[in-house]
T-cell receptor, first 112, second 117 residues
Framework: DAKTTQPPSMDCAEGRAANLPCNHSTISGNEYVYWYRQIHSQGPQYIIHGLKNNETNEMASLIITEDRKSSTLILPHATLRDTAVYYC?????WGQGGKLIFGQGTELSVKP | GAVVSQHPSWVICKSGTSVKIECRSLDFQATTMFWYRQFPKQSLMLMAT?????????EQGVEKDKFLINHASLTLSTLTVTSAHPEDSSFYIC?????????????FGSGTQLSVL
């Protein structure tokens, strides 16, 4: 699975959009981009995933560049409860032996 | 979303004893489950992949005789830490794939904090 690079930490003001970048320059054509987050001492929570197109759900938006070498997770209106470690992961489909390998992630602190 | 239940949430045991952790998919069938461990201030490390009805596949460096994994049904996988020692103290997390409903998503349990005295 391709390696990802994320900034170790970021701050965001409450109510503002949080934009979390991820670099995955060695991604292959059949690898998905996933975002999970982990609030302290809990199991990771699925946020969103995509292959080529931008995606949006009730939690966030995922913007993938045209060359797929980077992506951005957008939390449109960050709240204090969004403070967590955010993980960007790339992997092949389950049927091709895909596994979720976590990197170091970005520790997002949402401040009042 | 799909729910993965992990039990117990925390356990304290004496060195040399064995501890069993259960992971259940409550509202879906999981042909594949994954076990992770996490040390303080570190990321999750994949330990093994568990497939229903077959032997688990362990990641490099994980002792299969120490971390016994059983996936006997489509809704239950167990991890047994045998002859636990203080260095096995960690946060253990399971995850399950909803192969019918959620497609490419993976759902996680709430984790088990193991402390070995």
């Amino acid at each position: 699975d391709a390696k990802t690079t994320q900034p170790p930490s970021m701050d965001c003001a409450e109510g503002r959009a949080a934009n979390l970048p991820c670099n995955h320059s060695t991604i292959s054509g059949n690898e998905y981009v996933y975002w999970y987050r982990q609030i302290h001492s809990q199991g990771p929570q699925y946020i969103i995933h995509g292959l080529k197109n931008n995606e949006t759900n009730e939690m966030a938006s995922l913007i993938i560049t045209e060359d797929r070498k980077s992506s951005t997770l957008i939390l449109p209106h960050a709240t204090l409860r969004d403070t967590a470690v955010y993980y960007c992961i790339v992997r092949v489909a389950w049927g091709q032996g895909g596994k979720l390998i976590f990197g170091q992630g970005t520790e997002l602190s949402v401040k009042p | 979303g799909a729910v993965v239940s992990q039990h117990p949430s925390w356990v304290i045991c004496k060195s040399g004893t064995s501890v069993k952790i259960e992971c259940r998919s409550l509202d879906f069938q999981a042909t594949t489950m994954f076990w992770y461990r996490q040390f303080p201030k570190q990321s999750l490390m994949l330990m093994a992949t568990s497939n229903e009805g077959s032997k688990a596949t362990y990641e490099q460096g994980v002792e299969k005789d120490k971390f016994l994994i059983n996936h006997a049904s489509l809704t239950l996988s167990t991890l047994t830490v045998t002859s636990a020692h203080p260095e096995d103290s960690s946060f253990y997390i399971c995850s399950a794939r909803d192969f019918q409903g959620a497609g490419e998503k993976l759902f996680f349990g709430s984790g088990t904090q193991l402390s070995v005295l």
